[in-house]
């Protein structure tokens, strides 16, 4: 009796932090994780064609804000998978970095200069690994 009640116990405890959630913390750094995943992927992905489409500067390797990465995120959902000769589920970068930053609110970006996309996916790697090893997240709003 003894020993299946501590295999029951054992069972339930295994299951509840199974089931428990990520704390936001590690679930940013899962995000962050993925972002850096995707720019890579996506590199090797477009190559060439990434040096050929032109987009907004809102982001490079000295400026790494919320209002920076939301920016991005927002500039690439303005691409569909399919014009980048992507499939769907290899675009996901746009939406994780919208959701990374949370409710930022946006910069003006009429003003900035334009770089190939390829050089503003490296600027987004470069700001999510500094963030990354420096463990600087970025707080929700609520």
Request: net charge positive; with cysteine; hydrophobic share 40%.
């Amino acid at each position: 009796m003894k020993t299946c009640s501590l295999f029951l116990l054992t069972v339930m405890v295994v299951t509840a932090a199974l089931a428990a959630p990520l704390s936001p913390h590690n679930s940013q750094d899962h995000l962050l994780k993925e972002i850096i995943h995707d720019v890579h992927n996506l590199d090797l992905i477009l190559k060439d064609k990434a040096k050929t489409i032109f987009v907004p500067e809102v982001i490079s390797k000295y400026t790494c804000t919320p209002q920076n990465l939301f920016q991005a995120g927002k500039i690439l959902q303005a691409y569909e998978a399919k014009r980048l000769g992507l499939h769907e589920k290899d675009w996901l970068l746009p939406r994780r970095l919208v959701t990374y930053t949370g409710d930022t609110q946006p910069e003006d970006v009429a003003q900035k200069d334009e770089v190939p996309l390829h050089q503003l996916l490296m600027n987004i790697k470069i700001c999510a690994q500094k963030i990354n090893n420096g463990k600087k997240h970025f707080p929700k709003k609520h």
